[in-house]
């Protein structure tokens, strides 16, 4: 890497108008789009992590939960906190990189992404126009 220089990425809209509404719809999208291979569940599990990131309808943050549940190896968690502390449900699943397992937060009414149990927490989430503008 050169010092000053940023690794070069694909900017994607933070707004995901295009994605399924219903759990049934929400499957078939994570099966053909997913990450990694077939059976795969930290590749299934971080697919998930990457949608939830995104800023969802209700509907399709809805249905993204119904279908999580569906796929084999992910779990439910009840009663994890965020790396705030705050309480939430979680989605989790076993970690390739040594750490126990992976679990995504949210909170336990809105469903909104909160952060990794222990590790990361979302404060303010943000959505802009243009690559480069803050909020």
């Known amino acids: 890497m050169v010092p ?9 809209p933070a707004y995901r108008s ?6 049934a719809a929400m499957r078939t999208h994570l099966a053909e789009h997913r990450s990694g291979e077939a059976g795969d569940v930290n590749a299934a599990g971080k697919d998930v992590l990457f949608l939830a990131e995104s ?5 399709t943050r ?3 939960y119904e279908a999580a549940a569906a796929v084999p190896g992910l ?3 009840e009663h994890v906190t965020d790396g705030a502390g705050r309480p939430g449900i979680g989605i989790a ?3 390739t990189n040594g750490a126990e397992q992976m679990v995504p937060v949210f909170h336990p009414e809105t469903y909104a992404y909160l952060g990794t149990s222990r590790y990361t927490a979302v404060i303010v989430h943000t ?3 243009e690559v480069g503008q803050t909020g």
């Open 55 to 59: 800023y969802l309808r209700p509907q």
């Open 4 to 12: 000053g220089r940023t690794e070069q990425c694909t900017p994607e």
């Open 62 to 64: 809805a249905a993204l």
């Open 75 to 77: 779990r439910a968690v």
């Open 127 to 129: 959505v802009v126009d």
């Open 93 to 95: 699943w076993p970690s």
């Open 18 to 23: 295009d994605l399924p509404t219903d759990a």
